[in-house]
């Protein structure tokens, strides 16, 4: 009998499915899997710091470049945690705004990360036909906020542009439009062979793991564990009757539908929100220097809750900021994911966590 | 292969998704975010826009009477239109071109400050 030979192999943090760095380091027993090693920092960026040495206003600007894809949320978690520093409330249409475009951008998201994992499997024709849906819903946020992908559309007190009713129109048009072709797509993505052979039953998670891991958004719901941070009802999502999406196996197959179904249930709300929406203002006016006090916010973005925590001390600076981001939640989750499978099988795994490495290091 | 024939109809006739750019551009949408423009014939050089810009692109040169501009450094946030007391910049729709050297424009502004009656 021959000994097996344990090798170890890098993964990353240059691989043709990571848009971002995070290196593995990869312990094979011949073709099985049996250790990893994460390791990470290879694009820290010093964001909280500077958030501490800029004027609060600004750091808006900051917080929306901590991730590319959800910088829309970003900008509204951070304009929130600073008003219930303040201790204002923002008029009820800004609400409804905020959310409409934080759908927005989770419907981008997913379709972006419905794109790489085809693209992973090498179904390339799928994953432009994702793309080029999401191509609606950049062109739709750029309608109503002015750009496409950082929209800065959040203030500290409401939200700065409003959308009328001949934008609203087209808005509606193009989320049908999207919701109609995603369903389409989704089909023949999520019943095609290969990809029921690359997914289904690999990288188990099971609920009891997920919630000792502390896991955060789909890659929990994948696991059976009915937890998201829009049930709290904070912006409008109390008043648009949301339930979370949930899905039993826990294997990649599952967090993958999880995120399709996601992307239909956005798409609703963002029509039951605009049949909802109120007149109003869009925003208040907050003046002075945030107080020296303490204030948190959760909010779920695409990959899962984000944290915000900050501290004033009556100066134009912030005492402290601290962000967490939902992929930090879920690298451990990939630990107890990748022992056990095939090397071939590791892309398709990590990537199924959505991991976003910029967010994660700030 | 019946439930495919829409499918191919629809792809041969339906032309590709894609624009031939740079040849083909599409027309920014009305009130997109392109970059800022000054005139200054309005700017008094107050010094408010340089104050509230979050990329510091804007420097104010009180003695050499410069509004000096880093377009590079805009992160085109339209907060320096938004707040200018006298309009003095607006934002166009077209987005930049690429450029090969750091453009840096400098502006004498010539508003006059109104006397407050
Ligand atoms: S552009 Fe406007 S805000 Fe800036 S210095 Fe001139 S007048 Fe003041
Ligand atoms: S648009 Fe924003 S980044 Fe650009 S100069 Fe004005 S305030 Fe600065």
């Known amino acids: ?362 | 292969m019946p439930k495919m024939l829409p499918t191919i109809v629809r792809n041969l006739f339906g032309g590709p998704a894609t624009r031939l750019y740079p040849v083909e551009v599409r027309k920014p949408f009305e009130r997109t975010r392109g970059h800022i423009v000054f005139d200054d014939e309005k700017c008094t050089l107050c010094g408010g826009c340089a104050r509230r810009c979050p990329a510091a692109a804007i420097e104010i040169d009180k003695e050499k009477k410069e509004l000096i501009f880093y377009p590079g450094r805009c992160i085109i946030c339209e907060v320096c239109a938004e707040n200018c007391p006298r309009g003095a910049i607006t934002v166009k729709e077209e987005w930049r071109k690429p450029f090969y050297e750091v453009p840096v424009e400098v502006h004498h502004p010539k508003g006059k400050k109104e006397k407050a009656s």
């Open chain 1, 1 to 362: 009998m021959s000994k097996v030979v344990r090798t170890v192999a890098p993964f990353g943090p240059q691989h043709p499915v990571l848009p971002e760095p995070i290196q593995l380091k990869i312990t094979c027993e011949d073709e099985k899997v049996v250790d990893v090693v994460p390791a990470i920092g290879y694009c820290h960026r010093g964001i909280e710091k500077a958030c501490e040495l800029n004027d609060f206003p600004k750091n808006i600007y900051i917080c929306e470049r901590i991730c590319g894809i959800c910088s829309c949320i970003h900008g509204c978690s951070y304009c929130e945690v600073i008003e219930r520093l303040f201790g204002v409330e923002i008029p009820p249409r800004a609400k409804y705004l905020r959310v409409i475009w934080s759908e927005m951008s989770r419907i981008h998201s997913h379709l972006l990360w419905l794109g790489l994992l085809a693209d992973a499997f090498g179904l390339e024709s799928m994953f432009m036909q994702f793309w080029r849906i999401r191509e609606k819903i950049l062109d739709a946020m750029e309608l109503t906020t002015g750009q496409r992908v950082t929209q800065s559309v959040s203030i500290i007190g409401g939200v700065r542009r409003d959308i009328d009713s001949e934008q609203q129109k087209k808005c509606i048009d193009i989320v049908r439009e999207v919701k109609k072709e995603t369903e389409e797509l989704g089909k023949v993505l999520m019943n095609d062979y290969t990809v029921k052979a690359r997914t289904v039953g690999k990288g188990i998670l099971t609920r009891e793991q997920a919630i000792t891991l502390g896991c955060a958004g789909p890659t929990l719901r994948g696991s059976d564990v009915a937890e998201d941070c829009r049930m709290q009802g904070y912006q409008a999502y109390g008043e648009l009757g949301f339930e979370p999406i949930v899905e039993k196996d826990g294997d990649s197959y599952a967090r993958a539908v999880v995120r399709l179904r996601e992307t239909l249930q956005s798409c609703d709300l963002i029509l039951e929100a605009f049949s909802k929406i109120p007149e109003g203002e869009i925003s208040i006016k907050v003046k002075g220097n945030p107080p020296a006090n303490e204030a948190v916010f959760r909010a779920e973005q695409p990959r899962g809750e984000v944290f915000y925590y900050a501290k004033g001390n009556g100066t134009r600076n912030l005492e402290r900021l601290k962000v967490r981001t939902p992929t930090f939640a879920n690298i451990p989750a990939l630990l107890v994911m990748l022992p056990g499978c095939e090397l071939a099988d590791v892309p398709v795994i990590v990537l199924s966590i959505d991991p976003c490495i910029s967010c994660t290091e700030r």
